[in-house]
C-alpha cells in the first residue's frame, strides 16, 4: 500500500507563486518517475512535470520557465514552485508516482489532489 499526501495548493492572484508538496510513504523500493498532473474544468488531466528516475525531468509546454518540479529523494516527496502563475493555471493538482514495491510489484498511485485557483 502507498499513500501520497500533497499539500500547498490555494487561491493566488495572477504572477503570484505557489508550491506544491507531494509526500509518498508506505511500501516503497524505488520510484520510476513521480510528478504533476491537472485537471481544469470540463478538461482532461494533463501530464504538468515529471521527475524520471535518474533526475531527469519533463514538463508541459504551457508551463515551462514558470514552473520547476525537485524531489527529495530522501523523503520521498516531490515539490512543484509554481510562479508567474495566470488564471488558466486554474485546475485540480494530482501527484502521481509509478514505483516498484519491495514485493518487486510495480504500481502506480495518485494523490486526492489539491485545487489551485488563480484570478486574474
Known amino acids: 500500500q502507498v499513500q501520497l499526501v500533497e499539500s500547498g495548493g490555494g487561491l493566488v492572484q495572477a504572477g503570484g507563486s505557489l508550491r506544491l508538496s507531494c509526500a509518498a510513504s508506505?511500501?516503497?523500493?524505488?520510484?520510476?518517475?513521480i510528478g504533476w498532473h491537472r485537471q481544469a474544468p470540463g478538461k482532461q488531466r494533463e501530464l504538468v512535470a515529471l521527475?524520471?528516475?535518474?533526475?531527469?525531468?519533463s514538463y508541459a509546454d504551457s508551463v515551462k520557465g514558470r514552473f520547476t518540479i525537485s524531489r527529495d529523494n530522501a523523503k520521498n516527496t516531490v515539490y512543484l514552485q509554481m510562479n508567474s502563475l495566470k488564471p488558466e493555471d486554474t485546475a485540480v493538482y494530482y501527484c502521481?508516482?509509478?514505483?516498484?514495491?519491495?514485493?518487486?510489484?510495480?504500481?502506480?498511485?495518485w494523490g486526492q489532489g489539491t485545487q489551485v485557483t488563480v484570478s486574474s
Open positions: 502521481n508516482v509509478v514505483l516498484f514495491q519491495v514485493t518487486g510489484r510495480r504500481i502506480s498511485s
Open positions: 508506505g511500501s516503497i523500493l524505488s520510484i520510476n518517475t
Open positions: 521527475i524520471i528516475g535518474g533526475g531527469s525531468t
